[in-house]
């Protein structure tokens, strides 16, 4: 069987808490200053309650699955123009867009086509509502994220400078 992506639902909550927690631990390894643990109290439930409540024209959730067993997710929103869109230098203002919140493949299905998958449903969805674009941020240090968004036809747009302040 292939890679199947299909809409998110509050039974999958497990599996998704523990694929945060696996990113989350990877993100440590990378540089544990700026990532950190998430509590998990709790995590199971907020995954729950954030899948029953995020439902809506405006938001994607998606799962997805290798041979019937979760392997990744992805949660996208479509944001539209702002009001003041005719006024900004930055043309996508001016355009309903999607922003992708989270791109997730456990590590074990890697390189099997899942992120591609997930992420074309993403661009389907945004293109079927009317988007003229679609953005993420990633981790600039990511030795795995930088190069997949490069193939998937993604440009780096911006930089963002961050100074930690404690």
């Known amino acids: 069987m292939g890679v199947t992506v299909r809409s998110a639902r509050p039974e999958d909550a497990e599996a998704l808490a523990r694929s945060w927690l696996e990113g989350a631990r990877e993100l440590i390894d990378m540089s544990p200053v700026r990532f950190r643990l998430p509590d998990t109290d709790g995590l199971v439930e907020f995954f729950q309650s954030d899948l029953e409540s995020a439902s809506g024209p405006d938001v994607l959730s998606l799962v997805s699955e290798l041979d019937d067993e979760f392997v990744g997710s992805l949660e996208a929103r479509l944001i539209p123009p702002l009001e003041s869109g005719r006024f ?3 043309d996508h ?3 309903p867009r999607v922003y992708v919140d989270h791109l ?3 590590t074990p299905f890697r390189r099997r086509g899942v992120a591609t998958a997930l992420l074309a449903a993403a661009e389907r969805w945004g293109f079927e509502r009317g988007a ?3 953005a993420l941020d990633t981790y600039a ?4 994220s930088l190069p997949f968004y490069e193939a998937a036809g993604y440009e780096r747009t911006s930089i963002v400078f ?4 404690n």
């Open 104 to 106: 997730r493949v456990d």
């Open 88 to 90: 900004q230098v930055l």
């Open 93 to 95: 203002l001016s355009r």
């Open 141 to 144: 240090e990511s030795p795995l």
């Open 132 to 134: 003229s674009s679609i």
């Open 162 to 165: 961050e100074k930690r302040l």
